[in-house]
């Protein structure tokens, strides 16, 4: 008797699957999120920690700080705009230096316990915004490319 | 994809944990299909299921819901079961080039008798007597329901190379079906 390859291969016979089995990956499943959940509350409880840590490292130089950290005004800005359009060099030569200066102004004004409690401050600052990237940010700029390799049956 | 599917699959990227669920419900038979031939008994395959599920829930940004979701999660499955074996033992999965030009031809098999259901339990025994590789690109073909170009896609292999291990799996499994008196396929 002659069979067509393809009809045999597709209904080959196979080992029933367990009846449990998706019951069993859901439990699984159920596990993982519960660790994710423990987890991110751990690590939000640390960047929290940090946040009151560096709150109480600056407080006592805040008014040091204060002054140091007030923005520019916006005509400044625009003048600012304005020399960099006509000559630019000295312009870029001149934020730096004023950068620096500015930097050498805070450290003296809230001395080291106070940029101890800025750099506690940046660290779940910058924690938080990394994890609203993913799901917002990152998810767009990778998705036209996700999608043309999932459409082969790629990614992960 | 399914009608409904779509809006599952997006709520399940977005982390919905039940709309995730219930793609397990769905996918989970045939995933089972795929790792059960690929894999050497059934408590492996179930293991390699739930290994895949897994990986998926941690990835699933990754997929996205325009587009279907089996030939996905068949890539986690697979890349799941190439890391479990090659805890094992290597597996060559590099382009056979020359070297497969041995098996172009597509001579028929000697003409034997048996009753279908015979062949099959056969030939499902001799699949699974084949070389891993080869048994994967026949599991992803028949039983996955993958296009060749979605094979190559899920195993990170040229596409003449996917078309090559499959006609090698064939070849192998006629000259093991006739040595065993058994039947001919064409």
Redesign the interface.
């Known amino acids: 008797?002659?069979?067509?390859?393809?009809d045999?291969?597709?209904?080959?016979?196979?080992?029933p699957?367990?009846g449990d089995?998706?019951a069993?990956?859901?439990l699984?499943?159920?596990a993982?999120?519960s660790r994710e959940r423990r987890q991110r509350i751990l690590v939000d409880g640390a960047m929290a920690g940090l946040t009151v840590l560096g709150l109480a490292a600056l407080a006592p130089a805040w008014p040091g700080a204060e002054s140091s950290l007030r923005l520019g005004t916006l005509e400044s800005s625009s003048a600012w705009v304005g020399r960099l359009g006509l000559s630019p060099a000295p312009a870029v030569w001149g934020a730096v230096s004023g950068g620096l200066a500015w930097a050498r102004h805070l450290a003296t004004n809230v001395g080291v316990q106070g940029l101890f409690g800025m750099i506690l401050l940046a660290l779940p600052l910058f924690f938080w915004l990394s994890r609203l990237m993913?799901?917002r940010a990152r998810?767009s700029e990778?998705?036209s490319k996700?999608?043309s390799?999932?459409?082969?049956?790629?990614?992960? | 994809m399914e009608p409904g599917e779509h809006d599952l699959l997006r709520r399940a990227v977005e982390g919905d944990g039940p709309a995730f669920d219930r793609l397990v419900l769905t996918h989970t038979p045939r995933l089972y299909r795929l790792m059960r031939r690929m894999a050497s008994d059934r408590s492996e395959a179930e293991a390699l299921v739930q290994e895949a599920w897994l990986r998926a829930w941690v990835n699933r940004r990754r997929c996205s819901p325009e587009q279907p979701f089996f030939p996905w999660l068949a890539r986690i499955a697979t890349n799941a079961a190439r890391d479990a074996w090659r805890r094992k033992r290597p597996l060559d999965f590099a382009d056979l080039g020359a070297a497969a030009e041995w098996v172009a031809s597509d001579e028929p098999a000697a003409e034997f008798r048996l009753e279908e259901e015979e062949a099959k339990r056969r030939l499902a025994d001799e699949v699974e007597r084949l070389r891993p590789e080869w048994r994967m690109v026949l599991a992803l073909r028949y039983d996955g329901d993958l296009t060749y170009e979605q094979i190559a896609a899920a195993l990170g292999l040229p596409l003449n190379t996917v078309r090559t291990h499959l006609r090698r799996a064939k070849i192998a499994l006629r000259k093991r079906l006739e040595d065993g008196d058994a039947v001919r396929v064409g």
Request: aromatic letters at 4%; glycine letters at 2%; zero cysteines.
């Open positions: 008797m002659r069979y067509e390859w393809d045999l291969m597709r209904d080959l016979p196979l080992e699957m367990a089995l998706s069993r990956v859901s699984r499943l159920q993982q999120r993913p799901e998810a990778d998705e996700i999608v390799r999932q459409a082969e049956g790629v990614t992960a």
